[in-house]
């Protein structure tokens, strides 16, 4: 590290300089100027004695809500409070599927909205996320799981969703390498969404702090909130790491973290903290150019761009908060990987983590006011947050910018569970684990 | 992998178990309110810590164990049967 740390800038609003437009030209202009005119992307900014909005977490729902609040709300008295570096909790650790692929019509309805928010991400941030539609295909095996699978590719039509259906021999033809006859597991035929796909995961991270920054939020790094203080039934600010902050409104957006979060304010959720493991390979030449999901077991798998297989499996099944892993679950992905792909078998791993994700009692996400005046979450997003940020950070900043939920979000009130309107995305009732 | 070890069969690998959930919430009783039951139902502590929690011995004795397992360590302070009081971690509450 020869260059000595830069003073923050937060006490010289006017000493940053945004970044610029990025373009085709600029690239061109830049690489015949050696590359010197790039700026810094977003500002690292010192904590405020207070905000409008604090936002806690700075993933993709913390980063897209703050990006929504302050370009699309006109809420731009704004910051985001994160305890690491941003982008190294979930949102950098997920395998990037996007997809809109879900059982209950309020789901697909909002995970779709979502996707056609990704259509357009990158012309909105001005910023190249890869977003990759290249198909999500899913196998299924069993005459039952055609019928369930026929069902889905119907409610997701009449929400506007995209879904067609392969026989064998299309399958075999898209995806050469898949083996449709693996003893245990035929492969009966397949479902794909052909606007499914995936996006590279940091650049979303850095896409929306940008954008946020540049409108005027502070994104405050190394900052962990340890106290939600209150006074008259109303939150008024964050205890933290580096002093108190105070809010009008804090939105709880910790992923793993928000039983932890909303503890600090006495508040149970109907959540469990579960790991869920990814995976990536060697680099290879091009193998699989589409994303696809084995509907005999709990296995993906799409190629990146580096050349690497990313893939995964099931959730650790034990409350955890621990980053790690268990190996019987890796074993478990390799052997599902192999049923499918056998030519995986020769692939050697090149590195394996986890993350800690909200899974809620009903598999559905909870973006909500809790109950303690101006306090909010954008949480619960079980394994499947990561296609959601754009939706997620939209209707969070509704939520917090109108006091009501967006339309789309009206079923993920955490009151749903009191009401009896718990919305069962799994069909498995009240056991994350079995999720 | 945990090794969790069974009162009934010993040291055994966490594949043969099967995760049963938080064992703190009690039934309430059949009179209560429905918000106690929305608390038994969906609510929990989700600590980060120490979990009092239900494991089944499914590859086993198909018996209920308890234990008291760490959800950042995974250290395992204690395992019992169903039935059994367990001397909770120092300065937990058994509720
Ligand atoms: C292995 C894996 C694979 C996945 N694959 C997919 C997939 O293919 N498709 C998909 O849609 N979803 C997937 N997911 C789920 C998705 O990644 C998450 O649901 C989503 O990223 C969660 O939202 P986030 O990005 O805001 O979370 P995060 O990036 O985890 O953000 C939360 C932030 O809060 C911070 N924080 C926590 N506590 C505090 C505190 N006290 N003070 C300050 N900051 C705090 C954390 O440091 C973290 O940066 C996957 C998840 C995992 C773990
Ligand atoms: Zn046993």
Known sequence: MSV????????????????????????????????????RAWRKAEPRKEYQVVIVGGGGHGLATAYYLANHFGITDVAVVEKGPIGLGNVGRNTTIIRSTYYRPENIRFYDHSLRLWEGLEQELNFNAMVSQRGVVYTYHTDGQRDHMIRRANDMRLAGADCVELDRAALKALIPAISLDSGRFPVLGAFMQPRGGTVRHDAVAWGYARGASEAGVDIIEHCEVTGLRQANGRVTGVETTRGFIGAGTVCLAVAGHSSHLAGMAGIRLPIETHALQAFVSEAI?????????????????????????????????????????????????????????????????????????????????????????????NGGWCYGGFKAIPAGGYTAAHLIAHGEAHPLTAHMDVGRFAAGLTVDEPGTGPFPWAH | MLRITCPHCGVRDEVEFRYRGDASVQRPPADADAAAFVAYVYERDNPRGWHHEWWYHAAGCRQYLQLWRHTVTHTIHAVGTATDTLTPPHGMVDR
């Open chain 1, 285 to 377: 030449k091009p193998f699989l150019d589409v994303v696809l999901m084995f509907g005999a077991g709990h296995f993906y798998i799409s190629q990146s761009d580096k050349g690497g297989m990313v893939f995964g499996g099931a959730i650790d099944a034990h409350n955890t908060y621990a980053q790690r892993g268990t190996q019987w679950i890796a074993q478990e992905v390799a052997a599902e990987g192999v049923a499918l792909l056998p030519a995986l078998a020769r692939l050697r791993i090149l590195r394996q983590w986890a993350g800690v994700m909200d899974m809620t009692m009903d598999g559905t996400p909870i973006i909500s006011k809790l109950p303690l005046d101006g306090l909010v979450m």
């Open chain 1, 4 to 39: 000595p740390p830069r003073p923050a800038d937060a006490r010289r609003p006017h000493a940053f300089r945004a970044s610029g437009r990025y373009s085709a030209l600029r690239l061109l202009r830049e690489a015949l100027g050696g590359h010197q005119g790039w700026r």
